[in-house]
């Protein structure tokens, strides 16, 4: 019968999370090395089980936060793997999620006592199970949201230069973009924040800081935009 759910089959439901971070020169992964079989001692996505109190969003919440120690973190679900011998061990279904941070920002105690490190996307190793096949999920997502919506907040300082801005766009986006063209795209926006702060590290004559307009980018990101250099 339909309604007999002691006769169902029980499945485990995991959470893993791609958290992408920037250094204001290259889009990183964060991995996390295993300490149990199997595949222990291999790189592996950040993850975990879902609770019976918890939601899927509970549930990544609870896993990013046990990692970096934040609470509040953009976070986009993903996709869901469930090929019936992607866990060797139990029958296993996941949900993907990928987060945006600002790398300076995170605990680095923290992401050491969990063995974790940060990856420049092109040189990350290779991954457990289906790991890899979500972490190529989450840079196609995060691309196709780069050139839809407006980007950055999450991923950059308070207080950025263009430069910084173009660099993670190419970063993500995976080429090189022009100079002059992305930054007239950028002020079309209307979404930055000229500040009279230069950034003097950068050259002798420094360049101009920005903040992004906040309630500006809001609206942008739900509206939507079309982002092509």
């Known amino acids: ?17 791609i958290i992408f971070g920037f250094d204001q020169e290259d889009l990183k992964i964060l991995l996390i090395k295993r ?9 592996s996505l950040i993850g975990g089980f879902l609770k019976m109190t918890e939601t899927l969003d509970d549930a990544a919440n609870r896993i990013l936060n046990h990692l970096t120690g934040f609470d509040k973190i953009y976070m986009e679900q993903l996709y869901n793997f469930s090929k019936i011998d992607r866990d060797p061990v139990e029958r296993t279904l996941s949900v993907a ?14 992401i050491e006592q969990y063995s974790a490190k940060w990856f420049s996307i092109e040189e990350a190793p290779s991954l457990i199970f289906d790991h890899n096949q979500m ?30 801005l173009q660099k993670l766009y190419e970063s993500i986006l995976d080429e090189k973009l022009d100079k002059r063209n992305f930054i007239n795209k950028v002020n079309g926006l209307d979404i930055l924040v000229k ?3 230069k950034d003097m590290t950068s050259s002798r004559k420094g360049s101009y800081l920005y903040q992004f307009d906040k309630e500006k980018y809001d609206r942008n990101v739900e509206d939507g935009i079309t982002f092509k250099i």
Not at 1 to 17: H, P, S
Not at 35 to 43: A, S, T
Not at 98 to 110: M, Q, S, T
Request: with cysteine; glycine share 2%.
């Open 135 to 164: 972490v190529q999920k989450a840079i196609l997502r995060l691309r196709r949201r780069a050139i839809s919506k407006p980007i950055g907040f999450e991923l950059l300082p308070e207080k950025f230069t263009m430069r910084q």
């Open 195 to 197: 500040l009279e702060e």
């Open 1 to 17: 019968m339909l309604n007999n759910y002691n006769t169902e089959d029980k499945v485990l439901l995991a959470v893993d999370c």
């Open 97 to 110: 999620y990928f987060a945006l941070i600002n790398i300076e920002d995170h605990d680095e105690k923290l």
């Open 35 to 43: 300490d149990f079989e199997p595949e222990k001692g291999k790189w």
